[in-house]
């Protein structure tokens, strides 16, 4: 007999990615979108437009303390993740937060206390650990298909989202922070070890007039020995036919994996258009948000938990460190 849905809530459009979200959870029966909160006016009349039938907030609170939910989805600005995973905690809510976690350590930090003091699943939402192609070259390293690992080299490029991940205050960081995780994320995971060490080098940016940082380069030294390399840059035109890719070369004793996860697609060009992609490949975010509420339901470890994107951040601030200091970044950081 099938239980009922899993009642949850998103927090803030301000992430793209809560669409996406939005869109999973419309699909799958085993979760249903009970009620919003988005305090920006401009986007909560559109999503009252479009979701005439879902309670719609622009006070938190008052959502947490009206609604019975089960868990929320975090997609607000990366510097609030915080203060709505704290909310929604204390409330006795499991969370899914998107990435990066936060965007200081004790703020992480403080996320793991309490979901460890409360009992709560903390989910980061790493769609690639979920994605069809990423999850085959683990089971092939797994298996020793390519003997040990040597090195791991890495691109999440995209184009620049523009609005509020180019305001520090709100953002943590530009391309850097953006991006980063997701391809340290898989490292950790394919590896299963930590970090020791990071270098980074930051380009003259690609948009001069941006505050943050749009183009860098990252070095990661694990401490198996194990060598990667992360191009996590805003370097695609805003015209160009899909936001970006995640591609990985793993290199080991015994052979090499080469994976472009996001290289099934149809390609059209029609008179008076330009050139689009239209992505046919693998719904990794409908494999999260799924996993996701089963976790919950069954309390077990999700596959990217709360301690993986602090993790993930901590390489990533590491990196900023790296820049602005110009040498080698010793991890964990303040030891």
Not at 26 to 48: C, K, M, Q, V, Y
Not at 102 to 109: H, I, P
Not at 164 to 169: A, H, L, P, S
Not at 257 to 271: G, K, L, P, T
């Amino acid at each position: 007999m099938m239980n009922d849905p899993l009642k949850i809530g998103i927090v803030s459009f301000a992430h793209m990615h809560a669409w996406s979200y939005l869109r999973a959870l419309s699909e799958i029966e085993e979760g249903e979108l009970s009620a919003i909160f988005e305090e920006d006016p401009e986007r909560r009349r559109a999503l009252e437009s479009r979701f005439p039938d879902i309670a719609i907030y622009s006070d938190l609170r008052e959502m947490l303390a009206r609604e019975k939910l089960d868990a929320v989805i975090i997609t607000s600005e990366n510097a609030r993740h915080i203060s709505h995973a704290r909310e929604a905690m204390l409330r006795g809510l499991h969370i899914m937060v998107e990435k990066p976690i936060t965007t200081r350590l004790e703020d992480a930090d403080e996320i793991l206390s309490l979901a460890e003091r409360e009992d709560l699943i903390v989910q980061t939402a790493f769609p690639m650990r979920y994605h069809d192609a990423t999850v085959i070259v683990r089971d092939l390293i797994e298996r020793g298909s390519i003997g040990e690992i040597l090195v791991i080299t890495a691109t999440n490029h995209g184009r620049y989202p523009g609005g509020w991940f180019g305001v520090k205050e709100l953002s943590g960081g530009g391309a850097m922070m953006d991006h980063t995780v997701h391809t340290a994320d898989l490292m950790r995971w394919y590896t299963g070890d930590e970090v020791k060490k990071v270098y980074a080098v930051r380009g003259r940016n690609i948009r001069e007039n941006l505050e943050v940082d749009d183009i860098g380069l990252i070095s990661l030294t694990f401490n198996g020995g194990v060598i990667g390399s992360i191009d996590c840059s805003w370097s695609r035109p805003s015209t160009y036919p899909i936001w970006g890719d995640v591609w990985l070369l793993v290199i080991g004793t015994k052979g090499c994996i080469y994976v472009d996860a996001f290289a099934s697609r149809v390609e059209s060009v029609i008179e008076g258009d330009r050139l689009r992609w239209k992505y046919s490949g693998a719904d990794a975010d409908k494999v999260m948000i799924r996993d996701f509420i089963r976790c919950v339901e069954e309390g077990r470890r999700p596959r990217a938990d709360g301690f993986d994107g602090r993790q993930a951040l901590e390489i990533t601030l590491a990196a900023y460190k790296s820049v602005e200091g110009g040498g080698v970044v010793q991890l964990p950081l303040g030891k």
